[in-house]
């Protein structure tokens, strides 16, 4: 049971391309109760036929499967314009690994094992992606207002002094406001580090921004999410 | 055919030393041929020269009314050299022969040569002129060409001999040559053998003469060097995987098995699940960090180099760790000098400096004060973060960046000792020098760049300067936009060779065909 932001997350078809029976069951069952549609399949020939074939929301694709791998699957699929989201997951941990990865055209990396908060908000970060691809100038939650052309945060009106830092992180929120964003997420998108700093440098800089944007306000908008991350969302 | 020779013979020094040799001999021969002719020619003027004022003494004793005719001249010049070296032959229009010691008559006029038979000797080689006299007589004198002879002798002598001596020392020279590239060799190969067999400390000796195979055999001592320290990498990891994730391991295995016995609620189950899973998270954890350092010690990454703006990543990090030093009441100033630029990967120098930053944080005391400063000489860029904090005793500092060391006084305190290792194995890479030193109080860590000038200049791929975002594209970013229109074609080729290999005769699924399944039960909300 994975804690959730919204209550009514957005339902997924999602296509589960992933050889190891066990691996993919505790997946896809996982997802399935997220409330997400899984279907899956266990080599890659079939991956690329089904990807091809149906119009899902987002492919989770293992690297190392029978057939045809991960990597060469993408690649085939953006090469024939298809531009589903794709969520790699791999054992493969290598500095090299994740960027092969994604300029193969993979939208996402997730390395194995993971916790199952990661996968969920990875998931509905990327199954969101098409629809904020427009143009967008200002963010909004509830009376909180994130202009993106004149880099201002305002309150109830009122204008909120932010560190440039500080503005990527609310904005990478906002952006995925009332999905769980979890840590790793906030240091590869906000800070572009891609390794695990062992001291508490995310929950450093949301207490920061907390005090910025919550205190004094009455209703929080960034909540903690236990055992999972942080959500932007209107007080419930 | 090769086979069959000596090894020695078969050796290309051997060869190419044969091929010379064979070279410097047709020249010899040419150079041979040329003095032959050269000196023949010179000497058979001389001879003519003789020839032409002993004519002319006769013909001025007649002109000059002596009482002698030329016949009695030619009988008395015979009777002084009966057998030579002059040869003298006066015969009427005829063909008669009146005077002379030349057996035949000769009728030839100019100059030209002859053999002349003798009773005693195969006969005398002789340069002679003919001249018809006005009367019709025919005068011809000769003269001896063994010193002509003598000399052709003499050539082809000096020649053969020296020609002889060249190809002896040819063979000797190639052989001697040949024998020691061929100990060379096989000192390699000897080397590659037993590496083989297991020995990897064994280097290539070499002979101190500073030649090319000198030169060689340094750079393969360097790359053996460097496949040793990567299989060092290897085993050490697989020592440090039995060492250190045994015991958490173990500690996994207890608490788990201590709930099967014990755990009667499903409250304690549940807590033996968050115990392990944390348990887990740190096993993973340092498993992850010793894979990372294997895999950079290994220095796969290198191809991914860049030029880095290191001022611009000190300030991010220096971003990201500053309120948390606030946090815990720490100072923390830095002074970046703007523009500092390195060649490395972006990723791995963040991970070494926040590493460092942390370590300096860490093991500070609230209230420490933490500071970053940058310096630029020719050549270098220091970057040296200090604290004023407890710092390393002077003895243990060597110690620090061995995989799992830890101070005695920081085991309490949480991390995998694995932090350091981490630094130093991405300095190595980046061929950065780190140097610890006494704060007094404190510990003063300086990283020591070198500046990408010289790299550059040093060639290899490091001499093209490309940004990280350039070299990212080369390798095939994210397909979007016009690259995506530009592949089309060749993707409906590569999917048209792929799919009838994979699936012969079988169909794309459509949509209908993907079984889904419905999502097991409501959604729980929290």
Request: hydrophobic content about 40%.
């Amino acid at each position: 049971m994975v804690a959730r932001c919204q209550k009514a997350s957005l339902r997924l078809k999602i296509l589960l391309i992933e050889d190891d029976g066990e691996n993919a069951d505790y997946v896809a069952n996982g997802l399935r109760e997220e409330g997400h549609l899984v279907a899956q399949v266990a080599s890659g020939a079939e991956g690329l036929i089904c990807a091809m074939g149906t119009d899902f929301d987002l492919l989770i694709v293992d690297r190392m499967i029978p057939d045809l791998d991960g990597i060469n699957l993408v690649k085939t699929l953006r090469a024939a314009s298809h531009h589903t989201p794709v969520l790699f997951l791999t054992a493969l941990d290598g500095v090299e690994d994740r960027v092969s990865g994604l300029n193969a055209g993979g939208d996402d990396y997730l390395v194995k094992p993971f916790a199952f908060s990661e996968l969920v908000a990875r998931v509905a970060a990327l199954g969101r992606r098409p629809h904020t691809t427009a143009a967008e100038t200002k963010l909004h939650v509830t009376d909180l207002e994130l202009d993106l052309l004149s880099r201002t945060v305002r309150r109830r009106g009122e204008l909120i002094e932010l560190q440039p830092r500080e503005f990527r992180l609310l904005e990478y929120l906002m952006r995925h406001a009332g999905q769980v964003v979890t840590r790793t997420m906030l240091l590869e998108h906000v800070w572009d580090i891609h390794f695990d700093p062992r001291t508490n440098v995310v929950e450093t800089h949301i207490s920061r921004l907390r005090s910025k944007v919550d205190k004094g306000f009455g209703a929080e908008l960034i909540h903690t999410v236990r055992g999972a991350g942080y959500c932007v969302r209107s007080p419930a | 055919m090769f086979a069959a020779l000596p090894r020695i013979l078969r050796t290309s020094s051997f060869r190419l030393n044969v091929l010379y040799a064979g070279l410097f001999g047709c020249s010899a021969l040419i150079l041979l041929a040329v003095i032959y002719w050269t000196t023949g020619v010179y000497i058979s003027n001389s001879l003519d020269a003789a020839i032409d004022s002993d004519i002319a003494e006769l013909g001025n004793n007649l002109q000059a009314g002596g009482n002698q005719s030329l016949v009695a001249q030619v009988k008395d010049r015979v009777q002084q050299t009966p057998n030579g070296p002059m040869y003298y032959l006066l015969q009427d229009p005829k063909g008669q022969i009146l005077a002379g010691n030349v057996p035949q008559a000769h009728g030839k006029d100019g100059r030209f040569d002859l053999k002349v038979p003798r009773t005693n000797s195969p006969g005398a080689a002789v340069r002679a002129h003919g001249i018809t006299l006005p009367d019709g007589k025919y005068l011809m004198v000769g003269v001896d060409a063994l010193a002509r002879r003598e000399m052709h002798k003499l050539i082809v002598r000096v020649f053969g001999l020296s020609l002889a001596v060249t190809l002896v020392l040819a063979f000797v020279g190639g052989a001697l040559m040949s024998g020691s590239l061929l100990r060379c060799i096989e000192t390699i190969s000897q080397t590659a053998r037993d590496i083989m067999a297991g020995d990897f400390s064994r280097r290539i000796p070499t002979r101190g003469t500073g030649d090319e195979f000198d030169h060689l055999v340094t750079s393969l001592n360097a790359m053996l060097e460097r496949n040793e320290a990567a299989m060092e990498g290897v085993r050490q990891v697989s020592n440090d995987i039995a060492h250190d994730l045994r015991t958490p391991l173990t500690r996994l295995h207890q608490r788990l098995e201590l709930a099967q016995r014990r755990a009667r609620s499903v409250e304690e189950w549940r807590r033996t699940a968050e115990g392990c899973i944390s348990d887990m998270d740190a096993i993973l954890e340092t498993f992850g960090a010793l894979l990372r350092i294997a895999q950079i010690e290994s220095g796969m990454p290198v191809r991914r180099f860049a030029k880095v703006d290191l001022s611009e990543l000190l300030r991010t990090v220096i971003e990201v760790y500053q309120p948390m030093a606030e946090d815990k009441e720490q100072t923390f100033t830095a002074d970046i000098v703007s523009e500092l630029t390195v060649w490395g990967d972006r990723e791995l120098l963040t991970q070494m400096i926040a590493n460092v930053i942390e370590n300096a944080m860490k093991h500070s005391p609230t209230g420490a004060s933490i500071g970053l400063v940058t310096s630029q000489s020719p050549g270098t860029i220091a970057v040296a973060v200090s604290d004023s904090g407890p710092g390393i005793p002077a003895e243990e500092r060597a110690h620090v960046f061995q995989r799992f060391y830890r101070l005695e006084r920081s085991r309490s305190t949480p991390g995998s000792g694995l932090g350091l290792s981490l630094v130093e194995a991405i300095a190595a890479l980046h061929q950065t020098d780190i140097e610890l030193i006494d704060n007094g109080p404190g510990l003063r860590v300086t990283l020591r760049f070198r500046a990408p000038v010289q790299r550059a200049l040093a060639g290899g791929p490091l001499a093209q300067p490309q940004t990280q975002e350039e070299s990212a594209v080369g390798n095939g970013a994210p397909v979007v936009g016009r690259r995506a229109v530009q592949r089309r074609g060749g993707a409906e080729a590569i999917l048209s060779i792929f799919l009838p290999k994979i699936f012969p005769g079988q169909p794309c699924p459509s949509a209908g065909k993907v079984a889904w399944e419905e999502p097991l039960g409501k959604k729980q909300e929290n």
